[in-house]
Structures are given as C-alpha cells and as structure tokens.
C-alpha cells in the first residue's frame, strides 16, 4: 500500500470542507458536495439500487491512550490513494472521486493525486465503471465526467486544468433533485 | 450511513492486533493475517491481476490542533458498517472480510456485526461476489468460505458459530505461498 508522509502538514478536502465555511449554492441548497453524494448513496441503499459507500478517510494513528476505552490522542490524516468512492451497480463494479471546484473558468487538475489517476487507470483495465463528480459552484452545477476523459486530459493536454467549456462539452450535467439529491448512476445507465 | 456511538470501549480488531502480541503460525511465518492479504493485494495489483484495497479505518474524529499542520488530537476508532476489502476483478465488483480466530473448534459468529451481514447480502443481491476469509490460527490454516455460506448459517442455524468440521467442508483451504501469500482469486476463479 502507498504510504504517504505523516508531515501534518494538509488534511484532505473531504475533512477540510467541514469546520470551513461553506458557500451554500442553490444546486445543494446548504449541503456540502460530500453529504448530497452520501444522500444520494444512502438513497440507493435504502431502495434496493446499488450498494455505494465512502472510503473512511485514512488515518495513521501514532498513539492510543488505553486508560478510559481507547482514545486515539496523537494522530495524522494521511491522503487517499485511492478514490472517495466505490461499490457495486448491476453486477459492476463501481469507483468514483467526488471534486468541488470554486474556478469560474475551468477544473484544475491538481485537484486530482497522480495515485487517483493511476488507481482509475487500473480500475478501467479490470472492467470497472470510472468516473468524477465535479461540483462547478460558481455555476452552482455539478457533472459527470468519464475517467478516460480526465486520464486523457491528465496525460495528454498541455493545460493543467480542464476549461468548463470542455466539462459541459464533454460531462454530463446531473440536476439536482430532492431525493436522490445527485442521481448520477441515471448517466451510468446512459453510458452502460 | 450507520453511525455507531463513540463509546471507545473497543477498537476494531485490525488496529487491536497490532499493538498486542501476535502468536506467529506456520501458516503464515510470522506475518500478522491482515498484512498477508494485504501483501496478496499488493501483489494482484502490481502484477495487474485485480484492483483490491482495505478500506481504512473509520475514525471519529472530535478534535484537531491546527496550531502545527493538523494534528488529531482526540478521536475514536468506529466500527466498519461494511467489510473491510473490496474491489475489481475480471469487471466483477469483489468484496470480503477477513477474520482470524483462536478457537480450536468452532469459528465464533460474533466475530461477525449485523451491519457485515446486511452489507454482503446486499453485494450479493447486486451481483458482486462475496466472502470470508478465515484464518483457524490453532490449526494454521486460511478457508475461503462464501458470504452465501455464511448468511445462511448466521440467520438459520441454531448455534452461534461455525464448526472447523463445517468450514473443512463447505470452504476451500488456501495454501499459502509466497508470493501472494494467499491466492484467494484462485478460489473465486474457480466458482466464478
């Protein structure tokens, strides 16, 4: 497993967005990306759709204090090497990153670890289904985009950022609802 | 997503068997069970085989000082609500839990959660493949026994774990070797 160094010095996103302020857009109406794809799961869950679940984000816990349960006192928020997301879909298997983006013009790629991308390459190989969630909040829209289409932009474009222009070219916009709030497995079905 | 109380009266059994003393078997020369099927997972995705990664942790986390990067101050072990591998294999979404016991005789369900179960039988109704890997330490042997198996046993049998007899039976012993060090996908290969 990849192992990244503990320097303390960044917290993933997922984390991050939390204790922040948060620019409610009217796409989630105050819900953070992150809780409307969790929603959005759960809806799935609940009624019988697909079995989706988050990757807990990961942790190297340096001390543990046994005096009253286990308490975890010193730790670190190490980075995904993987994607947020995965599970099954009809039989297929299922991975996914969920991004938010505050840029008017485009989606920067250093958003994006170069593990991320080696994780969906593989993931691609193997017959499974890849894709990201890009919440664009200043448009307050939110879009699926293939992960062939960020791989080959990754490897391939001169620019490391990828123009929204492109995203609504190449994405599919997915509206948000009540219930699911983000129902992004209706593109999955488009696509299969 | 199912969220259980911070009591920190436990920690899951993958951190609890790191700190306390691991009594080696032959079966696996020294090597906890949970880095053997991470050592097999990092041999199926360097030779290209699989994409197959342990969820991490869960960890509640109540406090962190950002006075210096981001350190957790205080936070808890959660139980996993789901299992802890799962991945890709040959397209199809692959999932399964790994236990170690110490009884002679019998594999104690308790070592299973509620939520494990529910969680399998819903990969298995989507068409993912499920399953145990078991590790009898007294006996130094590692059985793939099927979530199929399994559920069944855990909603009609009268007793509250498996007999070794049963799982002789209905499971397939994997031999360990060194490189990966359990080839499990050799068993789903085969009921594939």
Redesign the interface.
């Known amino acids: 497993?990849i192992k990244y160094p503990n320097?303390?010095?960044?917290?993933p996103t997922s984390?991050k967005s939390k204790?922040h302020k948060h620019i409610a857009s009217a796409a989630n109406r105050g819900m953070s990306f992150e809780d409307a794809i969790?929603q959005s799961n759960?809806f799935y869950?609940e009624r019988?759709i697909?079995?989706i679940?988050?990757?807990?984000?990961?942790?190297n816990?340096v001390k543990?204090d046994y005096s009253?349960?286990?308490?975890?006192?010193?730790?670190?928020?190490?980075k995904q090497s993987?994607t947020d997301y995965?599970?099954?879909?009809?039989?297929?298997?299922?991975?996914f990153e969920a991004k938010s983006s505050k840029n008017p013009t485009s989606f920067p790629l250093n958003n994006i670890t170069p593990h991320q991308i080696k994780?969906l390459e593989?993931?691609l190989?193997?017959?499974?289904i890849a894709f990201f969630l890009i919440e664009l909040t200043s448009l307050h829209e939110v879009y699926y985009l293939s992960a062939e289409y960020v791989i080959n932009f990754y490897h391939h474009a001169k620019r490391k950022s990828i123009p929204i222009k492109d995203i609504k070219k190449s994405g599919y916009l997915i509206k948000p609802t009540l219930l699911p709030r983000y129902h992004y497995l209706a593109v999955v079905d488009k696509l299969l």
């Open positions: 497993m320097g303390g010095s960044f917290s984390k204790p969790n759960e869950l019988d697909a079995v679940t988050k990757r807990p984000t990961p942790i816990v543990v009253h349960g286990a308490k975890i006192t010193h730790a670190y928020f190490e993987t995965n599970g099954v879909y009809k039989g297929r298997y299922l991975d994780h593989r993931v190989k193997h017959g499974g």
